[in-house]
């Protein structure tokens, strides 16, 4: 997979704000985000902005047999890449402001967790508060939300908006240790509905 970061590089020179960073997150990000998750109640898992699948990867690891994945990915170059690499995974190649739809659109009427890896802080307030009260709205009742965010950007304005717009959505929200093997470090927000 080393051929992914330069794919990651190249997607980000073409589009910039649709992709938000110039280098895919580390496992270790990856590792740290997934353990936010109660596995043993995630029966339908969605991943939104999967990129090339580091994330993926992890949960496909951890979901148990019968758990429904799904993915939201914007960009049909990765969202083929997913396809071809993790054939267990519905992908489906859509904007994340369509999350409510695409879930009802494959029957999956509640999801038990999502993961996310968008770029938050690349987004429009209204963008923002608009892909997240669609994901949200398409979490179960004690739901789990898992995101990232950057260390360096935690202070911010637009990282605490964005920590308020978290706050608005859901009951508990906390921050994980950092993850210093990323680039740049980065920490988890757990969430729950």
Request: hydrophobic share 45%.
């Amino acid at each position: 997979m080393a051929g992914d970061a330069w794919k990651f590089i190249t997607a980000f020179l073409r589009e910039p704000r649709q992709v938000g960073a110039v280098w895919p997150s580390s496992a270790a990000l990856a590792r740290r985000m997934a353990d936010g998750v109660d596995w043993s109640a995630a029966h339908t898992v969605l991943e939104l902005g999967p990129g090339t699948g580091v994330l993926t990867r992890e949960i496909v690891a951890r979901a148990q047999p019968s758990t429904r994945i799904g993915a939201i990915e914007i960009n049909s170059e990765f969202a083929e890449l997913l396809r071809q690499r993790y054939p267990r995974v519905e992908v489906f190649t859509d904007s994340v402001a369509r999350t409510s739809e695409l879930c009802t659109e494959a029957g999956i009427p509640q999801v038990d967790a999502i993961l996310s890896g968008l770029p938050w802080a690349v987004f429009t307030d209204a963008d923002q508060h608009q892909f997240l009260s669609s994901a949200a709205s398409t979490l179960k009742p004690g739901g789990q939300f898992v995101t990232f965010a950057y260390l360096q950007g935690l202070l911010l304005p637009a990282a605490k908006r964005f920590r308020k717009l978290l706050e608005s959505q859901f009951t508990d929200v906390r921050l994980s240790r950092t993850v210093w093997l990323n680039v740049p470090p980065a920490l988890a927000y757990y969430c729950v509905k």
